[in-house]
């Protein structure tokens, strides 16, 4: 794994309990109301990439012992359970409409909280709280399981509607990556977001990596592999 490093904690040295967690989280959605339309937080961006620090194209967790299919997905849908339950307890501490919406993407368990039009308002146009409720949420997960998670959660659709553009970026770079022979910067992004290009750059072939500290974290594209 040679495209991600960080000197941020990790989500094992910021774990909170559950209850320190649900009071975290509905502090941060009061303040992104008031944020809203405004530059957000570097605490969510910075927690989100200590979280996804296996953010490249070869990610993958280690485990002593090689899980098995049935066992993982046993894993995952457990991580999914326990976040809906954080989630539908925070909605109802905020008095937010919302249905929590569980499934398995690969190796990850993903949440989606739809019906939700107050956060996704305020979740746009950057996905600032998104990235600060999936840290918390994966962090009453490890409070729960002992073991880190890589839970994608999404508001809205957000992510879905936003990896179309990523990948047509990413696609873009790649191809300037190949025509001028050298490598390719984009611009800084989140975690997720850089996930969805290394997995382009792969697929095409090319070798990518994240390079830079907090909100400057972005990924660069090489011309080989």
């Known amino acids: 794994?040679?495209?991600?490093?960080?000197?941020?904690?990790?989500?094992e040295e910021t774990a909170?309990?559950?209850?320190e967690a649900r009071a975290d989280a509905a502090a941060a959605t009061t303040e992104a109301a008031d944020a809203a339309g405004t530059t957000g937080t570097t605490g969510s961006a910075d927690t989100a990439e200590a979280a996804d620090a296996t953010d490249g194209p070869d990610a993958a967790d280690t485990a002593e012992t090689p899980e098995t299919d049935e066992e993982r997905m046993r894993r995952l849908e457990e991580e999914g359970d326990i976040a809906a339950d954080y989630l539908e307890e925070l909605l109802d501490i905020t008095d937010m409409d919302g249905d929590i919406d569980i499934d398995v993407d690969g190796d990850r368990a993903s949440v989606e909280i739809a019906g939700a039009d107050r956060l996704a308002t305020l979740n746009r146009p950057k996905g600032e709280l998104l990235d600060a409720l999936q840290e918390l949420t994966r962090l009453a997960v490890q409070t729960r399981?002992?073991?880190?998670?890589?839970?994608?959660?999404?508001?809205?659709?957000?992510?879905?509607?936003h990896k179309g553009s990523l990948e047509e970026l990413a696609e873009q770079a790649v191809a300037q990556a190949r025509e001028g022979g050298e490598a390719v910067p984009l611009r800084p992004m989140n975690p997720f977001e850089r996930k969805v290009v290394h997995d382009v750059a792969k697929r095409e072939g090319l070798r990518s990596e994240s390079d830079g500290d907090g909100k400057n974290r972005h990924v660069v594209i090489y011309p080989e592999a």
């Not at 909170?16 to 209850?19: E, F, Y």
């Not at 002992?146 to 879905?160: N, Q, T």
């Open 145 to 161: 399981t002992g073991a880190r998670s890589r839970l994608m959660l999404d508001i809205g659709g957000f992510r879905a509607e």
């Open 16 to 19: 909170a309990s559950p209850h």
């Open 1 to 11: 794994m040679n495209d991600t490093t960080s000197d941020v904690p990790t989500s």
